[in-house]
């Protein structure tokens, strides 16, 4: 079980356009194996789970500790993860040993759900709620998670950077 990829997907989905299955699908991209299993009645159950994760974000945003704690057990207790020991994938015969968060059986809304719950839960624990952010480029809005040495990350990615900054200069020469 690698916990900062089931971080990642905490935050992928909080992100996603979850208003269609092609939408679902783009946000697991690097998930082929959920991702080209998905149907359309996963994207309730996951439209769900999007909707608790940002909730417990948007507590990380504001300060509110309570909250993140209410918010991610509600997360955990609605898809616990389920964990199993899996050894498939391995070359030569020797066994990739890994853990899944759900049976081999579960449908793929069940196990990104419980990925996703328990990412965010290990990003708390690994993180603390104040290195977590939403972008501070206008009319983004992006959910991230600042692992910089100095906490000081505003932005989710260089590109609203340097929007920002650029319309800031631009701003500036005009007066």
């Not at 909707?51 to 500790?65: E, K, Q, T």
């Not at 968060?101 to 104040?130: I, K, M, N, S, Y």
């Not at 009319?139 to 650029?166: E, I, M, P, W």
Request: glycine letters at 8%; charged letters at 25%; one cysteine or more.
């Amino acid at each position: 079980m690698d916990n900062a990829d089931y971080t990642a997907i905490a935050l992928r989905l909080a992100n996603a356009d979850l208003s269609s299955l092609d939408d679902l699908r783009a946000a697991l991209h690097d998930e082929p194996w959920w991702a080209d299993r998905l149907h359309e009645h996963d994207l309730d159950v996951l439209r769900e789970v999007a909707a608790g994760i940002r909730r417990a974000l948007d507590a990380m945003v504001a300060g509110d500790p309570d909250a993140v704690l209410a918010e991610t057990n509600r997360l955990l207790e609605a898809h616990p993860p389920r964990p199993r020991l899996s050894g498939h994938g391995g070359e030569h015969d020797v066994p990739n040993w890994h853990v899944h968060v759900a049976g081999p059986d579960a449908p793929p809304a069940t196990e990104v759900a419980a990925a996703a719950a328990w990412g965010l839960a290990q990003g708390v624990v690994d993180h603390g709620t104040r290195r977590w952010g939403r972008c501070g480029a206008s009319g983004c809005g992006t959910y991230f998670l600042d692992t910089s040495t100095n906490q000081a990350k505003r932005f989710c990615s260089a590109r609203c950077a340097n929007r920002v900054h650029v319309a800031a200069f631009r701003a500036r020469q005009r007066t």
